[in-house]
C-alpha cells in the first residue's frame, strides 16, 4: 500500500506560480501528475520515472516542471505562468507493484 498526501494548491491570479508537492508513505517507481477540471476528463500533466526521466503535456511544456526527491519520498511541480485553464483539482499518482495509487487531490484556481 502507498498513500500518498498532496499540498500546495490554492488561489492565484493569471500569470503567477504555484509549487505542488506530494509525499509517498514508501518509495514508488514512477509518479506523476494528473489534473481535472469540473465536466472534463482527468488528464495527464506530468511524469517522471525513478531515474529522472519526465514527460509533459502539451498545454504545459514550458510552463510547468516536475521533479522528485527520491531520498523523501517527495514529488513537486513548479508551475509557472499560470492560465484561467489550468483551473483543476491536481492528483498526485504513483506507480508501484503493477498498481496505480491516487491522492486525495488539491484544487487549485487560476484567476483571469
Known amino acids: 500500500q502507498v498513500q500518498l498526501v498532496e499540498s500546495g494548491g490554492g488561489l492565484v491570479q493569471a500569470g503567477g506560480s504555484l509549487r505542488l508537492s506530494c509525499v509517498a508513505s514508501r518509495n514508488v517507481c514512477s509518479m506523476g501528475w494528473y489534473r481535472q477540471a469540473p465536466g472534463k476528463q482527468r488528464e495527464l500533466v506530468a511524469s517522471?520515472?525513478?531515474?529522472?526521466?519526465?514527460n509533459y503535456a502539451d498545454a504545459v511544456k514550458g510552463r510547468f516542471t516536475i521533479s522528485r526527491d527520491n531520498a523523501k519520498n517527495t514529488l513537486y511541480l513548479q508551475m509557472n505562468s499560470l492560465k484561467p485553464e489550468d483551473t483543476a483539482v491536481y492528483y498526485c499518482?504513483?506507480?508501484?507493484?503493477?498498481?496505480?495509487?491516487w491522492g486525495q487531490g488539491t484544487q487549485v484556481t487560476v484567476s483571469s
Open positions: 499518482t504513483a506507480y508501484l507493484a503493477m498498481r496505480n495509487y
Open positions: 517522471i520515472t525513478s531515474f529522472g526521466i519526465t
